[in-house]
C-alpha cells in the first residue's frame, strides 16, 4: 500500500468512529450471572419478588437470558413473573421474545400465557418509544422492530385461532393488538423516510456506499450530532478530547475540532433534549412526592396577581415570566389559602409545557438548609435522585438548566424556616444561581428587594361554595359516593357556616374531605359548625408539624382561644393584644413562663397563626374570622363554668352596649364577633348551661331579628330546592324532592312542582316515587295521587308510593280498600294499599285490613284479612298498636330436617352436638303484643318520662327516623321502657318471653318463616345477598327500614317478625331446651345469667337467622345498631 495513503485510512476511520466514541459511557455496570439466578429463583418469593424484580430491571439486558431460560421452569410463579419482569424491561429484552411467543402460545397456565402476552405487548411499547429517537438510516434497528412485528403478528392470529382461554383473553389481546398497530405506524414513519431507504439500500451494495459515506461522514458527523442527537454532545468530555489527542498524527486536530464544538455543549436545544429524556420519570417522581400527592385535586379559583384580581388564573398569566431572564413569583396568603397547591399547579404546568415552549423540571425545597451549605450543591443533590440518571450530573449542566430556565426551583413555606434558609433565598444578587425560582410565605417577602410577581390565592367566596364543592368532588372522582346522600345539603349546611363570610380553600377542603371520609365508612361526625371548623382548621395546621415537634391539639386550642379572647375583650373586634398580658393569660398558678414563651412561639413561628406588631410588644392573631371564634368559644366555655349563668350574659350584654356607647359605633361594627359567639351558644346550647333567649339576643344585638332570620334562611332553602326539582341529573330532583317533604308545611309552596314531576312520564321512576312521597308528607295533591293510583299504565312501584303517600294523608280509603281486595293487582301494590290503610287505622279495637302472604312452591299466595288494632295512646298524636294474641298449643323449636337448624356450632364451637332447637310442646297463655318493633319516636316519649331503675338516652339509634325501629338500645334499656311505660299507663307492659316471641312469629305456622318455606327481602329486610330454600337473591338494604313499610302481616297481624331489627326477649340463655318451662313463661334461671336470648334476625343477618326458630344471645348491656325490642302486654 502506498505510504501516504495509510495515515489518510487512519484518519477517516478514527472519524468514522467518533460518534461511537462519544456515545460510549465511560461508566458501566454489569451484574454477575449468580446474582441474576438469585434474584430469578426470588421471583416466587411474594416477599423477595419486588427487590429481585428491581435488582433484575436494572441489570437491563444482561439479566435478559436468564429470565428467558426461567420461562420454562415448572414452577407457576417464576414464569409468571419471569415474564412481567421483562416487559418491565422493555426493549432491551427484545431477544426474549421468542421464548415470550412460545409461552403465551403453549404454557399450560393462563396467568402464565396473559403475562406473556402483556410482556410482548410492552415491549413493543418500548421498542416503538425507542424508535421514536431513530433515524432511517438505522437499519439493524428497523430490521429489529420489524422481526418484532411479525412476531407480534403470528401470536395475535395463532392466539386468536386457539381455543384455551384465559379470564382477560380478550382484553390481553386486544392490548396486544394497539401494540402491534402502533409498531407499524411507527414502522411506516421510519421505512418512509429517503434516509431509510438510501441506507438499505447501501447495505445491500457496501463497497459502492462505504466509499460515499466515508466522504460523507467528514462534513456532517458533527453538525449532525446537533441537529439530530445533541444530547450526545453532553457525553463530550474532558476525558475523551484527551484521549483522542493522543491518537497519533490525527490527534491533534481532532481534539481541536472537539474543543470547537464545546460551545454547544450547553446550547438550549442541548438541554431541552436532556431534559426531554428525564421528563417521565421526573414527572413520575414530582406527582409522587407527598407534598404534590396530597394537592393532587387542584380546583382553579380567582387569584390576586400583582394587586390585581385574575378570577380564570391560569398558565397564560405566567408566560410572560419565562420569556424574561430570570424572575422571581413569590406566593403569599394566610395559613390554608392554598399557596403550595398553586405553586405545584405552575409547576404541572411547567411539565406539561404550558409555561414555555419547553418542559421545565421543578425542584421543591422544603428542608432547612445548613449555614455551610452551597445552593447550587443543594439543586444538584435535589436534581441527581429526581431524574434517577446512571449518569452522574455535571454541575455545569446544573448550572445551565438553571441558567437557561429549564429547571424551576419551588421554596416551600420559606416564612417558617429558619433565618440560615432564609438568608441564601436572595434572588436580587448578581451571583444568585436560580433564574426561575417560586417561593411561598404567609409573610410578604422582600427578598432582598428582588423584582418579583406576587400571587395571593383568594377565599372561596360563600355564593360560590357549592360550584367549589362539585368541581373538588368531580376533580376528586368522589361525586358518586353522594348518590344515596342529599348532595346540596352538604353544599347548604357548608353555606350555612359561613354565611355571607368568605372560607379559605383549606376549610372547605377539610369539611368536603371529612363528608368523603365519612361516605366511605370512616365513621365520626362531621362539623356542623363554623366553631367545630374553625378547631378544625387549628388541627388541621397542627398536623402539618413533624410529630417530634407537635404540641397537643388540645393545648393549641386552648392557647389559642385565651390569646384570640386578649385580643378582642377590649373593643369585641379583632385587634391587638399585648404580649405581657398573654403571658398572664396563659401562665395558670404554678407555671412555668418560659414554657409559655414557647408555647407562644410555636403559634407564631411554626403555626403562623399570631404576629408580631411592631415595635414588638403586641400581637395579633393573623386571621380575623378565626380570631373571631376562637374568642367566641373561649367567652362561652368561660360562662358555662359560671355558678350563675343567666348573670354573666346579662354583664356581657351590658358590656356590648358600654363598648358600642365608647366607640360611638353601631352594632355592625361587631357582628362577626357578636354572631361568633351565637353560632357557639347554637353549638353548646344542648348542654343545658346556656339560657335558651342568649341566641336570640345575640341576634338582636348584631341587629338581626331571630324570627326573620329562620323564616329566611327556610325560604331560601325550600327555593333552592325547588329549582333543583329541574336539575337535568336524576339524582339531584330525586334527592331535592326527598328533602322537601322533611320540611313540612313550609315546602307545600312547592306542591304545584312536585305534582307537575309526579304527573311527568318523561320522568324517570325515583324521581317521580319521591315526589310522591313527598306530597304525602306535605299532604298536598290528593286528587292527582288517586288518579295515578288507579292507572294500570303507570309502574307497580310508583303506585305502591303512591298509596303510602295517600295512606300518610289519611285519604283514598275506599280506593286502597278496593285495590287490596283485588287479587290480580300487581303484589307490590296491594302492598303499598295495605301500608296505606294501616296509616290510615281505625279506631281502638276495629278490624284493620291488612295482607298476608305464603311463599310457596314457586307462587305467591295473598290473603287479605281484617284484624282488630288496639292503641294505647301516648299523646294526642302518638299511639302503640297493639294485637291480640290468643292463647294455644304449639311445637316450639324447628323439625330435624329444617336447613341451617345445626349452624350454630360454626360460630359457637361449645354448641357442637347441641340441639338448640330441639322441639318441644308448649303451652302459652293469650297476650297482646306490639305489632311491630318499638319505633325511635315511641321510645323518646318514654325516655322522657320520669325515672325507675336507669337513665335512658332519648336518641340512641344510629339510622334515625319517627318511624325507624329503636336500635343501639341494650336489655336493660327494654326493660327500664317496659317499667316505665306500666307506669304511665297503669298496665302491665314486658318484654315477651322466647316462648310467646316464637308463638306470635308463627302464627300457626310451622314452616321455617311465617311467609312458608323461604324469605324474600321483597316482604323482609335482611340480606337479599344470600337465599334459604328457593328463594332468590333481592336487595340488601343495610340498615333499617320502616315499621310496617312492606305492608304484609302474619295472621296474628304482626309485622317485621323477620329481619329489620333482633328482638330481646326476657329470657337467660340456654344453650338447649333440656328442662325448659312448658307454659310459655319467661326462663330465666338454671340459664347463663350472662347472656340475654335474641329473637327474628335484622337488616344485617342471613336470611336463615331470621327463621322463626333461631336463637341468639348477647350481654344485657350489648348495644348495637341492628337489636330493638317490641313489648307485651299483660291480658286481664
Same mark, same amino acid.
Not at 460551545?263 to 414530582?286: E, G, S
Given at each position: 500500500? %502506498?505510504?501516504?495513503?495509510r495515515?489518510?485510512?487512519v484518519s477517516?476511520a478514527v472519524?468514522?468512529?467518533l460518534?461511537l466514541?462519544?456515545?460510549t459511557?465511560?461508566?458501566g455496570q454489569?451484574c454477575?450471572s449468580?446474582?441474576?439466578?438469585q434474584?430469578?429463583?426470588?421471583l ?13 430491571i ?15 421452569e415448572?414452577?407457576i410463579?417464576?414464569?409468571l413473573?419471569?415474564a412481567?419482569?421483562l ?6 429484552a427484545?431477544?426474549?421474545?421468542? !421464548?415470550l411467543v ?16 402483556l410482556?410482548?405487548?410492552v415491549i413493543?411499547?418500548s421498542?416503538?418509544?425507542q424508535?421514536?429517537?431513530w433515524?432511517?438510516?438505522?437499519v ?6 420489524k422481526d ?5 403478528d403470528s401470536?395475535?392470529f395463532?392466539?386468536?385461532k386457539?381455543?384455551?382461554d ?6 390481553d ?7 402491534r398497530?402502533r ?5 411506516n414513519s421510519?421505512t418512509?423516510?429517503?434516509t431509510?431507504q438510501?441506507?438499505?439500500?447501501a447495505?445491500s451494495?457496501?463497497?459502492?456506499a462505504g466509499?460515499?459515506l466515508l466522504g460523507?461522514?467528514l462534513v456532517?458527523?458533527?453538525g449532525?450530532i446537533f441537529?439530530l442527537?445533541p ?10 478530547v $484527551?484521549a483522542?489527542?493522543?491518537i497519533? $498524527?490525527?490527534?491533534t486536530?481532532?481534539?481541536?475540532l472537539?474543543?470547537?464544538l ?8 442541548v438541554l ?8 417521565k ?7 409522587s412526592r407527598?407534598?404534590v ?5 387542584h ?10 384580581s385574575e378570577m ?9 415570566c419565562f420569556q424574561?431572564s ?6 403569599t396568603?394566610?395559613?390554608g389559602a392554598?399557596?403550595t397547591?398553586?405553586?405545584c ?12 415552549e419547553?418542559?421545565?423540571?421543578p425542584?421543591?425545597i422544603e428542608?432547612?438548609?445548613e449555614?455551610? %451549605? ?7 443533590g435535589?436534581l441527581?435522585?429526581?431524574v ?6 455535571d454541575k ?10 429549564r429547571a424551576?426551583?419551588?421554596v416551600?413555606h420559606?416564612s417558617e424556616?429558619?433565618e440560615?434558609t432564609?438568608?441564601k ?5 448578581r451571583?444568585f ?8 410565605s ?5 427578598l432582598g %428587594? ?5 400571587l395571593?390565592p383568594l377565599?372561596?367566596?360563600g355564593?360560590?361554595?357549592s ?5 373538588y368532588l368531580?376533580a ?10 342529599d ?9 350555612r357556616?359561613v354565611?355571607q363570610?368568605?372560607i379559605?380553600v ?6 368536603v374531605d371529612?363528608?368523603?371520609?365519612q ?8 362539623p ?6 374553625m378547631l ?9 408539624i413533624e410529630? !417530634?415537634?407537635q404540641l397537643?391539639?388540645l393545648q393549641v386550642?386552648q ?12 373593643t369585641?373586634?379583632p385587634?391587638?393584644a $399585648? ?16 414554657d409559655i ?6 403559634l ?12 414588638g ?7 380575623d ?6 374568642a367566641?368559644?373561649?367567652?362561652v366555655s ?8 343567666h348573670?354573666?350574659?346579662?354583664q356581657?350584654?351590658?358590656? +356590648?352596649d ?6 360611638n359605633?353601631?352594632s355592625?361594627?361587631i357582628q362577626?364577633?357578636?354572631?361568633a359567639v351565637?353560632?357557639?351558644?347554637l353549638?353548646?346550647?344542648s348542654e ?5 333567649s ?6 338582636r344585638?348584631?341587629?338581626l331579628d331571630?324570627e326573620e332570620l329562620?323564616?329566611?334562611q327556610?325560604k331560601?332553602?325550600i327555593?333552592?330546592?325547588?329549582s ?8 339531584y330532583?330525586t334527592?331535592a ?11 307545600k309552596m312547592?306542591?304545584?312542582?312536585l305534582?307537575?314531576?309526579?304527573e ?5 321512576l325515583?324521581p317521580?316515587?319521591?315526589a310522591?312521597?313527598?306530597?304525602g308528607?306535605?299532604?298536598m295533591?290528593?286528587e ?13 312501584s310508583?303506585?305502591r ?5 295517600l295512606?300518610?294523608m289519611?285519604a283514598?280509603?275506599?280506593?286502597l280498600l278496593? +285495590? ?11 302492598q303499598?294499599?295495605?301500608r ?7 279506631p281502638s279495637?276495629?278490624?284493620v ?6 311463599l ?6 295473598t ?6 288494632v288496639? $292503641? ?12 291480640k294474641i290468643p292463647?294455644?298449643e304449639?311445637?316450639?323449636?324447628s323439625?330435624p330436617g329444617e ?5 350454630y356450632?360454626?360460630?359457637?364451637p361449645?354448641l ?5 332447637e330441639?322441639?318441644h310442646?308448649?303451652t302459652?297463655q293469650?297476650?297482646a303484643m ?6 325511635q319516636a315511641?321510645?323518646?316519649?318514654v325516655?322522657a ?17 319517627n318511624?325507624l325501629?329503636i336500635?343501639v338500645?341494650?336489655?336493660?334499656d327494654a ?11 297503669g ?7 322466647e316462648?310467646?316471641w316464637?308463638?306470635a312469629?308463627?302464627a ?5 318463616f311465617?311467609?312458608g318455606?323461604?324469605?324474600?327481602a ?5 340480606d337479599?345477598?344470600?337465599t ?9 338494604r ?10 304484609v302481616?302474619?295472621a296474628f297481624g304482626?309485622?317485621?317478625?323477620h329481619?329489620n331489627?333482633?328482638?330481646?326477649c326476657?329470657?337467660?340463655?340456654h344453650p338447649?331446651y333440656?328442662g325448659?318451662l312448658t307454659?310459655?313463661s ?11 336470648v335474641v329473637r ?9 337467622s331470621?327463621?322463626?326458630?333461631y336463637?341468639?344471645f348477647k ?5 348495637i345498631n ?11
Amino acid at each position: 500500500m %502506498d505510504p501516504r495513503v495509510r495515515p489518510l485510512l487512519v484518519s477517516i476511520a478514527v472519524l468514522t468512529a467518533l460518534p461511537l466514541v462519544i456515545t460510549t459511557s465511560s461508566y458501566g455496570q454489569t451484574c454477575a450471572s449468580n446474582a441474576l439466578q438469585q434474584a430469578v429463583r426470588q421471583l416466587q418469593n411474594s416477599q423477595k419478588r419486588s427487590d429481585a424484580q428491581k435488582a433484575l430491571i436494572q441489570c437491563g439486558e444482561t439479566a435478559v437470558k436468564p429470565l428467558a431460560n426461567a420461562l420454562s421452569e415448572p414452577r407457576i410463579a417464576t414464569r409468571l413473573y419471569a415474564a412481567q419482569t421483562l416487559g418491565q424491561i422493555g426493549w432491551e429484552a427484545k431477544s426474549a421474545v421468542p !421464548a415470550l411467543v412460545s409461552v403465551s402460545q403453549e404454557d399450560s397456565d393462563g396467568q402464565v400465557r396473559s403475562k406473556a402476552v402483556l410482556a410482548l405487548g410492552v415491549i413493543a411499547q418500548s421498542g416503538q418509544t425507542q424508535s421514536e429517537q431513530w433515524q432511517g438510516w438505522q437499519v439493524r434497528e428497523i430490521q429489529e422492530l420489524k422481526d418484532l412485528k411479525q412476531q407480534l403478528d403470528s401470536v395475535l392470529f395463532t392466539l386468536e385461532k386457539d381455543n384455551k382461554d384465559w379470564p382477560s383473553k380478550g382484553q390481553d389481546l386486544e392490548t396486544l393488538r394497539l401494540s402491534r398497530n402502533r409498531l407499524q405506524t411507527q414502522l411506516n414513519s421510519l421505512t418512509d423516510q429517503p434516509t431509510y431507504q438510501v441506507a438499505s439500500w447501501a447495505k445491500s451494495h457496501p463497497w459502492i456506499a462505504g466509499a460515499g459515506l466515508l466522504g460523507l461522514t467528514l462534513v456532517i458527523t458533527y453538525g449532525g450530532i446537533f441537529l439530530l442527537k445533541p444530547i450526545w454532545l453532553l457525553k463530550l468530555g474532558d476525558g475523551q478530547v $484527551k484521549a483522542i489527542a493522543a491518537i497519533p $498524527k490525527v490527534g491533534t486536530v481532532l481534539s481541536g475540532l472537539l474543543q470547537g464544538l464545546s460551545p454547544l455543549k450547553y446550547h438550549p436545544r442541548v438541554l431541552d433534549a436532556w431534559v426531554a429524556q428525564q421528563l417521565k420519570t421526573a414527572t413520575a417522581n414530582f406527582t409522587s412526592r407527598q407534598t404534590v400527592s396530597d394537592r393532587a385535586i387542584h380546583v382553579p379559583l380567582p387569584v390576586k396577581s400583582d394587586g390585581t384580581s385574575e378570577m380564570e388564573f391560569g398558565p397564560q398569566t405566567l408566560q410572560p415570566c419565562f420569556q424574561r431572564s430570570r424572575f422571581c413569583l413569590l406566593i403569599t396568603g394566610e395559613g390554608g389559602a392554598g399557596k403550595t397547591s398553586l405553586a405545584c399547579q405552575i409547576a404541572r404546568w411547567g411539565l406539561k409545557k404550558k409555561l414555555a415552549e419547553y418542559a421545565i423540571l421543578p425542584i421543591l425545597i422544603e428542608q432547612e438548609l445548613e449555614e455551610s %451549605d452551597n445552593l447550587l450543591d443543594v439543586v444538584q443533590g435535589y436534581l441527581q435522585p429526581f431524574v434517577e440518571s446512571e449518569d452522574r450530573i455535571d454541575k455545569p449542566l446544573v448550572e445551565a438548566l438553571l441558567r437557561k430556565r429549564r429547571a424551576l426551583v419551588i421554596v416551600d413555606h420559606l416564612s417558617e424556616m429558619a433565618e440560615a434558609t432564609r438568608n441564601k433565598i436572595r434572588p436580587a444578587n448578581r451571583e444568585f444561581p436560580i433564574h426561575a425560582l417560586i417561593v411561598t410565605s404567609r409573610l410578604q417577602e422582600s427578598l432582598g %428587594d428582588a423584582p418579583k410577581m406576587v400571587l395571593e390565592p383568594l377565599r372561596v367566596e360563600g355564593n360560590r361554595l357549592s360550584e367549589f364543592v362539585i368541581a373538588y368532588l368531580t376533580a376528586k372522582g368522589k361525586r358518586h359516593l353522594f348518590e344515596d346522600e342529599d348532595y346540596f345539603a352538604v353544599c347548604r349546611r357548608l353555606s350555612r357556616m359561613v354565611g355571607q363570610r368568605n372560607i379559605t380553600v383549606l376549610l372547605a377542603r377539610l369539611y368536603v374531605d371529612q363528608t368523603i371520609a365519612q361516605q366511605e365508612g370512616a365513621g365520626g361526625t362531621l362539623p356542623d359548625s363554623v366553631p367545630e371548623l374553625m378547631l378544625s382548621y387549628l388541627n388541621q395546621l397542627n398536623r402539618t408539624i413533624e410529630p !417530634a415537634n407537635q404540641l397537643d391539639p388540645l393545648q393549641v386550642q386552648q392557647d389559642a382561644q385565651a390569646i384570640a379572647w386578649e385580643c378582642l375583650k377590649q373593643t369585641y373586634r379583632p385587634t391587638t393584644a $399585648k404580649k405581657i398580658d398573654v403571658i398572664a393569660a396563659l401562665v395558670p398558678q404554678e407555671a412555668d413562663e418560659a414554657d409559655i414563651k414557647k408555647r407562644l412561639q410555636y403559634l407564631e413561628k411554626r403555626l403562623r397563626l399570631l404576629q408580631t406588631v411592631e415595635p414588638g410588644d403586641k400581637l395579633r392573631i393573623i386571621l380575623d374570622p378565626l380570631a373571631e371564634y376562637l374568642a367566641a368559644n373561649w367567652l362561652v366555655s368561660d360562662h358555662c363554668k359560671q355558678d350563675d349563668p343567666h348573670e354573666v350574659w346579662q354583664q356581657f350584654f351590658a358590656s +356590648i352596649d358600654k363598648i358600642l356607647e365608647l366607640a360611638n359605633e353601631t352594632s355592625e361594627a361587631i357582628q362577626g364577633f357578636l354572631l361568633a359567639v351565637r353560632d357557639c351558644c347554637l353549638l353548646r346550647q344542648s348542654e343545658g348551661k346556656i339560657p335558651p333567649s342568649v341566641p336570640e339576643d345575640l341576634a338582636r344585638k348584631a341587629g338581626l331579628d331571630p324570627e326573620e332570620l329562620r323564616q329566611a334562611q327556610e325560604k331560601r332553602r325550600i327555593r333552592l330546592l325547588i329549582s333543583e326539582l329541574s336539575a337535568p341529573e336524576e339524582e339531584y330532583r330525586t334527592r331535592a324532592a326527598e328533602d322537601l317533604g322533611k320540611w313540612g308545611g313550609i315546602a307545600k309552596m312547592a306542591a304545584p312542582n312536585l305534582i307537575g314531576m309526579l304527573e311527568n312520564r318523561n320522568q324517570t321512576l325515583k324521581p317521580r316515587q319521591a315526589a310522591a312521597q313527598a306530597l304525602g308528607k306535605l299532604e298536598m295533591g290528593q286528587e292527582s295521587l288517586l288518579k295515578l293510583l288507579t292507572d294500570p299504565d303507570e309502574e307497580p312501584s310508583l303506585r305502591r308510593s303512591i298509596a303510602e303517600s295517600l295512606g300518610r294523608m289519611k285519604a283514598g280509603q275506599a280506593e286502597l280498600l278496593q +285495590i287490596l281486595e283485588a287479587k290480580d293487582q300487581p303484589l307490590p301494590v296491594r302492598q303499598g294499599a295495605a301500608r296505606a290503610l294501616s296509616l290510615i287505622g281505625a279506631p281502638s279495637g276495629e278490624p284493620v285490613p291488612m295482607l298476608m302472604v305464603e311463599l310457596k312452591a314457586g307462587e305467591v299466595l295473598t290473603q287479605g284479612k281484617a284484624i282488630p288494632v288496639w $292503641k294505647e295512646p301516648l299523646t294526642e298524636d302518638l299511639f302503640l298498636s297493639l294485637v291480640k294474641i290468643p292463647g294455644g298449643e304449639f311445637l316450639m323449636g324447628s323439625s330435624p330436617g329444617e336447613e341451617e337448624r345445626d349452624l350454630y356450632k360454626d360460630n359457637n364451637p361449645e354448641l357442637e352436638g347441641v340441639d338448640v332447637e330441639k322441639q318441644h310442646l308448649v303451652t302459652v297463655q293469650p297476650f297482646a303484643m306490639s305489632q311491630s318493633p318499638i319505633t325511635q319516636a315511641q321510645w323518646r316519649f318514654v325516655a322522657a318520662l320520669p325515672r325507675i331503675d336507669r337513665d335512658l338516652e332519648p336518641d340512641l339509634a344510629n339510622f334515625k327516623g319517627n318511624d325507624l325501629p329503636i336500635e343501639v338500645v341494650s336489655w336493660n334499656d327494654a326493660i327500664e321502657f317496659c317499667s316505665r311505660l306500666s307506669q304511665y299507663t297503669g298496665k302491665t307492659y314486658r318484654l315477651p318471653s322466647e316462648a310467646e316471641w316464637e308463638y306470635a312469629c308463627r302464627a300457626g305456622t310451622r314452616t321455617p318463616f311465617h311467609f312458608g318455606g323461604t324469605l324474600s327481602a321483597d316482604l323482609a329486610n335482611y340480606d337479599g345477598n344470600y337465599t334459604y330454600g328457593e328463594g332468590v337473591i333481592g336487595e340488601y338494604r343495610q340498615r333499617t327500614n320502616d315499621i310496617g313499610s312492606f305492608g304484609v302481616v302474619n295472621a296474628f297481624g304482626l309485622s317485621d317478625m323477620h329481619g329489620n331489627v333482633w328482638e330481646w326477649c326476657r329470657d337467660v340463655w340456654h344453650p338447649s331446651y333440656e328442662g325448659a318451662l312448658t307454659d310459655g313463661s319467661a326462663w330465666t334461671s338454671d340459664g347463663d345469667d350472662r347472656y340475654r336470648v335474641v329473637r327474628g334476625g335484622s337488616w344485617f343477618s342471613f336470611p336463615g337467622s331470621c327463621r322463626s326458630a333461631y336463637r341468639d344471645f348477647k350481654p344485657p348491656t350489648y348495644r348495637i345498631n341492628y337489636i330493638g325490642f317490641r313489648v307485651v302486654c299483660v291480658v286481664a
